[in-house]
């Protein structure tokens, strides 16, 4: 048993926890629980979303965009001296390997706080001047205000870079926000509390309410009528329950959801460059990215030889401890999330896949058996008809399938609902770009993968999500645009 406890943070104070309502934070690499973690009932909640309110009626109100903008920066500099904490958080809920906290999760939080505070203290407000019929004039302009109590929902598999890519912008944009992270991974929203009341934010601008969906704080804030909007990141299922929540308030949504990616991998591409993008592109995080690939359209000629070198690459990750140097690969987030991955490897069996590598649950020891590991899989032998190759699983296993010509290779990688993210493999720019623009996806690589660009708009298609964030279009969504016409 454990008497460490991770607090909701309320009005600018962490909450003494409540006995009588918790839930255990548990280690994936070995089951261990290292922490309780005080669930947020609804009187918590609407005392979460009135801190807010109060926050931004009060002082936060009149900060100008460029003491919010300092505001970022200060931040940004306190997350990288308390790297360290933040890294041991993330890895302590995740069991991701420590380098890649470091060198993703925490760095990208910098750079989320860094990249808002140039982007929101210089978003545009679009002017004209009008000629009226009788010779006269209008002066339009437009003023932009927060868009107010905004509900931020962020799910388990990049906690800290997913809360901070929303918190930034919208605390930028001068609105209060009220996050709910996942109940698998609540550590680190809470010890960013911290960090933002050490830099100055006022009381009340970011509040924490721990919990689940359902009938929990997740539920109670999307239903709280005090909210003015919802950012979510995390299933489509579970966006569209929230959209259900908050339509018959009719607030803006801003939905970042799941993804089904294929690359397309074309036989003039560069294969060493390739087989690294792929290998990262399949296997990062343990599948548990929303841009992972999980359909790969290979084209014939290159077929064999493809498949024969993402297996190897494959069979060279190193699953294991998360501070030990050589360790490639973690646990997935949670038994119920093996089980659901374990049921793909299961329907792949019984579809008659041939399964290239992997397929099962490996045994380490070391004392890692406890943990939720899973072995990184490849399968042939599927066609887009099978329910592996068609939903997403989040989980380290891809399906290569060939392909002969560039129009069929666009078809078979746009059967899909989803339309999140795709990437080409190609040495023909032409090519490159030709199929790039017709994935009907958010996001199209070109012989790279996850490269991003913070200024650059993010979002999905179909079940993949609804609106933009990123750049001017994260404050488009952080704001509210009111015309003033002045007839002059
Ligand atoms: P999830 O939908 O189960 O949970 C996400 C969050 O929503 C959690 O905080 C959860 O507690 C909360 N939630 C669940 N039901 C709710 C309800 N009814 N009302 C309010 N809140 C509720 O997702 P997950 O399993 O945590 O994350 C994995 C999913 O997230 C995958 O589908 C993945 O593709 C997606 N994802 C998308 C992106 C993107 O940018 N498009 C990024 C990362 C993850």
């Not at 290292?34 to 931004?56: C, G, I």
């Not at 929303?166 to 991974?185: I, R």
């Not at 650059?456 to 609106?467: A, D």
Request: hydrophobic share 45%; net charge negative.
């Amino acid at each position: 048993m454990t008497d460490r406890w991770i607090r909701n943070a309320v009005a600018g104070r962490l909450v003494d926890p409540d006995e009588r309502r918790s839930f255990p934070a548990i280690d994936p690499t070995d089951g261990r629980v290292f922490a309780r973690v005080h669930e947020a009932d609804a009187d918590l909640v609407d005392r979460a979303v009135s801190a807010a309110r109060a926050a931004l009626d009060g002082p936060w109100s009149r900060w100008s965009a460029a003491a919010r903008a300092d505001l970022l920066r200060r931040v940004a500099d306190r997350i990288e001296q308390r790297a360290e904490e933040f890294v041991a958080a993330e890895v302590a809920d995740t069991g991701k390997p420590v380098a890649e906290a470091r060198r993703l999760d925490v760095a990208r939080a910098v750079a989320n706080f860094r990249a808002f505070a140039d982007i929101a203290s210089r978003a545009d407000q679009p002017s004209f001047l009008t000629e009226l019929p009788d010779g006269g004039q209008a002066l339009n302009y437009a003023v932009r205000s927060p868009l107010g109590v905004v509900a931020v929902i962020v799910p388990w598999n990049l906690p800290l870079l997913l809360l901070t890519w929303k918190v930034a912008p919208a605390l930028g944009c001068g609105n209060a926000v009220v996050v709910k992270p996942s109940e698998e991974t609540p550590s680190t929203a809470t010890l960013l509390a911290e960090v933002l009341t050490e830099c100055g934010l006022p009381a009340g601008a970011y509040n924490v309410v721990h919990g689940f969906g359902p009938g929990s704080a997740g539920d109670f804030l999307v239903r709280h009528p005090g909210i003015d909007g919802v950012t979510f990141t995390g299933s489509s299922a579970t966006g569209t329950a929230i959209m259900r929540s908050v339509a018959s308030r009719v607030r803006p949504v801003s939905f970042e959801l799941g993804g089904k990616n294929a690359a397309l991998v074309f036989d003039d591409a560069d294969l060493d460059l390739t087989i690294a993008g792929l290998t990262r592109s399949v296997f990062a995080n343990t599948g548990q990215v929303c841009l992972c690939t999980e359909r790969v359209y290979v084209q014939r000629s290159v077929f064999d030889d493809v498949a024969s070198r993402l297996v190897a690459a494959a069979q060279g990750l190193r699953l294991g401890r998360p501070e030990a140097a050589t360790t490639t690969t973690g646990p997935l987030i949670s038994a119920g999330h093996r089980d659901k991955v374990l049921s793909y490897y299961q329907a792949a069996a019984e579809a008659g896949a041939t399964v290239l590598t992997g397929g099962g649950v490996p045994t380490l020891g070391a004392g890692l058996d406890g943990g939720w590991w899973i072995e990184p899989t490849l399968w042939s032998g599927l066609t887009n008809a099978d329910r592996p190759v068609r939903d997403e699983i989040f989980g380290p296993a891809a399906v290569l399938i060939p392909f002969d010509t560039e129009d069929e290779a666009v078809t078979l990688a746009n059967d899909t609902e989803y339309g999140l993210a795709a990437a080409v493999w190609t040495t023909n720019l032409a090519r490159g770009h030709r199929v790039a623009q017709r994935m009907r996806v958010g996001v199209s690589w070109v012989n790279t993968w996850f490269l991003r660009d913070l200024r650059s708009p993010f979002g999905g298609r179909g079940l993949s999500g609804i609106g933009r964030e990123g750049g001017e279009f994260s404050v488009d969504f952080y704001t509210e645009l009111t015309n003033v016409c002045v007839q002059i």
